[in-house]
């Protein structure tokens, strides 16, 4: 499947993502009585419409299990029947709110919010979502003062300052801005944060000299700046007479990343178009904020709190498609596609982001198993747009997915097609396309094209691991095979697949103590993977480790591998490597 472009990446400062993880999202979390993290295992889809349980217990039940699989939906229609039997339970009042907030209604989360605070002023999520509202209303007097009351504490460490600078803009007391954002900490990595809110309220509060030197600045601190940079500051040179600024700008942008952003800003340039703000008011600042502390909480532990201070932002900026899209991002890995679905679809067409929610939904429908509809969805955007290869690659990596390699190679050719001068970036169309041509026996097509995707990238792991792995199993430019492994190790050792193949290098290569060193490893880093159990069964076999090797087969078909592979790894349990080849 496609590797999508998080939206995390679109923020202004993706080396602070490690400020929040260790814990300091702890105390707000477990304040609000919701989990860190829900199981490890893969999510079981709850009925769209459950049987309301007949008890409050019974309710309560169903509201953990749908909690756990991040059903906000029906976990909130649940604890609602729970509460309606104990109306006064703190706990219980607590759990509500968050699941209201993590489900986007944050309307219905307000009143909560006030009980929350009135029993326990402490409790800073129930108290932000008070000052969210406060500027959303454009009451800033208010939500200055009651910013003053929040606790420091965990992700509120961060978001206060922000937004207590953003009201004080609002209620025209710029002069207290700086103060307030140093309120923020010296925290490692936040300095492109403070940065780029300290230029958007002088941005906004047209403090132009200011904010044009806060623009410089950012540009010339990360190379290359975020996508969200390039917008914010391509618009200010564009609003403010400086065509000749913003064309450099979106042109280098371009040419490390397509982007809607960078082709329209190119495109109203030409045509002499001003566009409106970015960030037009102190409350679009305010969700900025909180969309940005999002983007920073999008990992793992932290995602469930993203996905909180996502929904403040869309909540504070109704047409925020770049909130939405994190919405959407972070349903799709809790494993609710409709969710994530119906985000995608609310992204209007007169949006920059709309082509990018049109090929998410595509990939989200074949996740669905409305197969179909997705190819139809990416052909459709082919034809209106044919100088874009993306859906055509979409396409082929759909395709590629369902094991229909001969289209999926036919769908990159024809994408390729559309790449008039391919860049470092375009390794990865050949990269795709090599791997369809070697699952449809067309070997000679895709080493040329695992070649070529080496050409413009040379050390990217991916590829060296590819065309690596497949020289050695096939006995051809051994040498040269394990060299490429071995670097591809050296630049993601702890990717387990990459692992893997450097241990069945050496295993190919008849050095089976090491193959068994390498495989241990790999298989501690993805224990469930059918294929690196195999493999390591073989390996134990060949050291003489014989009952191990029976222990790692019958682990490979515990996880299901092909119908092909379980049939070789039968095998070997009936006979060994005796009468059958390895892997």
Same mark, same amino acid.
């Given at each position: ?42 999510p079981i889809p709850v009925a769209e419409e459950p049987v309301t349980p007949d008890s409050a217990l019974g309710a309560y039940l169903a509201v953990l299990h749908a ?11 649940? +604890? ?188 109203? +340039? ?131 997915? =369902? ?30 396309r090599g791997v369809a041509y070697e699952r449809s026996d067309q070997w000679p097509k895709a080493e040329a094209d695992f070649k070529h995707a080496l050409e413009l ?56 103590? =090491? ?69």
């Amino acid at each position: 499947m496609t590797k999508k472009k998080p939206i995390k990446t679109w923020a202004i400062a993706a080396a602070g993502a490690a400020i929040i993880a260790g814990g300091l999202l702890a105390l707000v979390w477990w304040k609000a009585g919701m989990p860190l993290f829900a199981s490890s295992s893969a999510p079981i889809p709850v009925a769209e419409e459950p049987v309301t349980p007949d008890s409050a217990l019974g309710a309560y039940l169903a509201v953990l299990h749908a909690q756990q699989e991040h059903d906000y939906t029906n976990a909130t229609s649940f +604890i609602d029947r729970t509460m309606a039997d104990d109306p006064d339970n703190f706990d219980l009042l607590r759990r509500a709110f968050v699941l209201r907030l993590s489900e986007g209604r944050v309307a219905d989360s307000v009143d909560l919010a006030r009980r929350i605070v009135a029993h326990d002023g402490n409790n800073g999520l129930a108290a932000l979502v008070l000052l969210e509202q406060a500027i959303k209303a454009g009451d800033f007097e208010g939500a200055a003062k009651l910013a003053s009351t929040i606790p420091r504490e965990g992700a509120q460490r961060y978001s206060v300052p922000l937004l207590l600078a953003w009201s004080d803009a609002g209620r025209g007391q710029a002069a207290l801005v700086a103060k307030d954002i140093a309120g923020t900490g010296d925290t490692s990595g936040l300095g492109p944060l403070k940065e780029i809110h300290t230029t958007l309220i002088a941005d906004v509060t047209d403090q132009t000299d200011q904010a044009a030197s806060g623009y410089k600045a950012i540009i010339a601190e990360v190379n290359p700046p975020s996508l969200r940079v390039v917008q914010l500051a391509g618009n200010f040179y564009e609003r403010h007479n400086r065509p000749d600024d913003a064309r450099a700008l979106y042109q280098s942008a371009a040419s490390e990343d397509d982007s809607d952003i960078t082709a329209s800003g190119l495109d109203r +340039i030409a045509k002499n178009i001003i566009p409106p703000r970015v960030v037009a008011t102190p409350a679009d600042g305010a969700a900025e904020a909180l969309f940005d502390l999002a983007s920073l909480l999008d990992q793992g532990e932290t995602a469930d709190a993203a996905l909180v201070y996502a929904q403040l932002a869309l909540d504070l900026k109704p047409d925020f498609a770049l909130a939405g899209l994190l919405i959407g991002e972070i349903r799709e890995q809790q494993g609710r596609d409709a969710s994530a679905l119906a985000i995608y679809q609310s992204i209007g067409g007169d949006s920059p982001f709309s082509w990018t929610a049109q090929l998410r939904m595509a990939l989200v429908l074949d996740a669905l198993g409305r197969t179909d509809e997705a190819k139809a969805q990416l052909e459709a955007m082919a034809k209106q747009y044919p100088d874009r290869a993306e859906p055509l690659v979409e396409l082929g990596d759909i395709e590629r997915s =369902h094991s229909d390699f001969t289209a999926a190679a036919a769908s990159y050719t024809e994408g390729l097609a559309r790449v008039t001068d391919p860049s470092p970036r375009s390794w990865r169309i050949f990269y795709s396309r090599g791997v369809a041509y070697e699952r449809s026996d067309q070997w000679p097509k895709a080493e040329a094209d695992f070649k070529h995707a080496l050409e413009l990238q040379p050390d990217q792991p991916l590829v060296l691991n590819y065309l690596g792995y497949t020289w050695v199993d096939k006995g051809v430019n051994l040498d040269q095979g394990v060299h490429m492994i071995q670097r591809a190790v050296e630049l993601q050792p702890n990717d387990g697949y990459i692992v893997d193949s450097l241990g069945w290098a050496y295993y190919r290569l008849g050095d089976f103590p =090491h193959a068994t060193e390498t495989l241990e490893r790999a298989i501690e880093m993805l224990p469930e993977d059918p294929t690196i159990n195999d493999h390591l069964g073989d390996a134990y076999w060949q050291n003489g480790r014989r009952l191990e090797a029976l222990y790692q087969w019958r682990r490979a078909l515990q996880f299901k591998p092909d119908a092909d592979e379980a049939q070789k790894i039968e095998g070997k349990l009936d006979h060994g490597l005796s009468n059958t080849s390895g892997g």
